[in-house]
């Protein structure tokens, strides 16, 4: 089945006991036994399964070509149980422009636990190489980057890192399983925090992990999702789930939207400089073009001047809400430093953009009066 199908049907089923379309919220902690002892429907406790967290990762696993998924209570708790299951001594390669809160994981959370942890330029297959050791057991890719909007070529990273012992999980948060499906390309994981396009609403945090095959830090990730507890509640796998029927509409028209924003953008005497993947100039642009099927949603933009002018467009915005997360309808507009505090990598004068389903003529004309007031 093609993707849109699978998108609405993958993991659903009608509720047999009422024939209900839309699937019921199973609120039940627990499942009843048969006379055997037995649970003849699959289920015992809710944290350890549950009708909609299942239906959920059925349909996620569905949507990334992945052998099996597990839904997280947010993107953070896929990277803490993916980390945790790292032993004393491991060696992890990771982007040097990485989504913040991973580095936060491993410095506040993991500080006791004896794992390394090389940043570096993923785009640089020969530094990645040189950079791998023996004992690099994870190697953590994220394209397009957050916020550089950086392009890794995953069939490079995954074909270099096949040889090694390491396993290679992909956060794909910004393309969505619409855009990029990295277990084509050799990944053997693929990360999301379903929050942001997969639940695609600004209404439920989540995250997910999917594997390609059987591998152990899948199956210790499994365990702290299970054991660890780290389970999102029915009502949240609900609400992802609902989100995925329009999935790749809505995440077409975002990107439609941030194309022409970025052209626009890129042409302005106020702006100095436009990281999207879909522009010709980009780096990235023609791996990008090779591996997701349009240049998503996201996109940043360096305001002339410094800190105070970038704040100063953020904060004549109408339309555009200022605000943090990404991936939900409405466009959203965010002074990426101040948000991940002083020590930062990115630059003070960047302004970060999740487009959302507006009229792109309206999203523009909110821009021109922000940025010529
Ligand atoms: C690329 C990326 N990965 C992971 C996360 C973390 O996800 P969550 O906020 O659901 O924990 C985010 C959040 O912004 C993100 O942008």
């Not at 605000?323 to 002083?342: K, M």
């Amino acid at each position: 089945m093609k993707f849109e199908t699978r998108a609405v049907h993958a993991g659903r089923h009608i509720d047999p006991g009422t024939g209900a379309v839309a699937a019921p919220i199973h609120l039940s902690t627990t499942f009843e036994r048969g006379a055997d002892g037995e649970y003849p429907l699959g289920f015992s406790y809710s944290r350890e399964d549950n009708p909609n967290r299942r239906a959920l990762e059925q349909c996620l696993a569905s949507l990334e070509g992945g052998k099996e998924a597990l839904a997280f209570s947010s993107g953070l708790a896929v990277v803490t149980a993916v980390v945790q299951g790292l032993e004393p001594g491991d060696h992890v390669l990771a982007p040097d422009d990485v989504y913040w809160g991973l580095r936060k994981v491993i410095v506040e959370v993991f500080a006791k636990s004896g794992v390394e942890t090389t940043y570096l330029d993923m785009t640089d297959l020969d530094g990645v190489r040189a950079a791998l050791r023996p004992n690099t057991r994870l190697v953590w890719i994220e394209s397009p980057s957050n916020p550089l909007l950086k392009i890794t070529n995953l069939s490079a990273i995954g074909d270099l890192v096949r040889k090694t012992q390491a396993v290679t999980v992909c956060d794909s948060t910004f393309a969505s399983p619409v855009l990029q499906q990295p277990l084509e390309h050799n990944i053997d994981m693929v990360m999301h925090s379903t929050t942001k396009y997969i639940g695609g609403h600004g209404d439920v945090v989540g995250g997910a992990l999917i594997t390609k095959f059987d591998n152990y830090l899948f199956e210790r990730a499994r365990k702290a999702q299970k054991y660890g507890g780290s389970v999102p509640s029915p009502f949240d796998c609900w609400l992802a789930l609902r989100g995925v029927d329009t999935l790749p509409y809505r995440v077409r028209a975002q990107s439609e939207n941030a194309c022409l924003i970025a052209e626009y953008l890129q042409r302005h005497p106020a702006i100095e400089k436009v990281f999207y993947p879909g522009l010709a100039d980009h780096p990235g642009h023609s791996i990008a073009a090779s591996q997701m099927s349009a240049f998503g949603g996201m996109l940043s933009a360096l305001v002339r001047g410094g800190r105070d002018e970038a704040m100063a467009v953020a904060a004549r915005a109408k339309l555009f809400i200022r605000a943090t997360s990404l991936g939900g309808t409405h466009s959203l507009i965010e002074h990426r430093a101040s948000i991940e505090g002083p020590q930062t990598r990115t630059p003070q004068n960047l302004l970060r953009m999740s487009i959302g389903i507006e009229n792109v003529e309206d999203l523009i004309a909110d821009l021109e009066q922000g940025l010529l007031p």
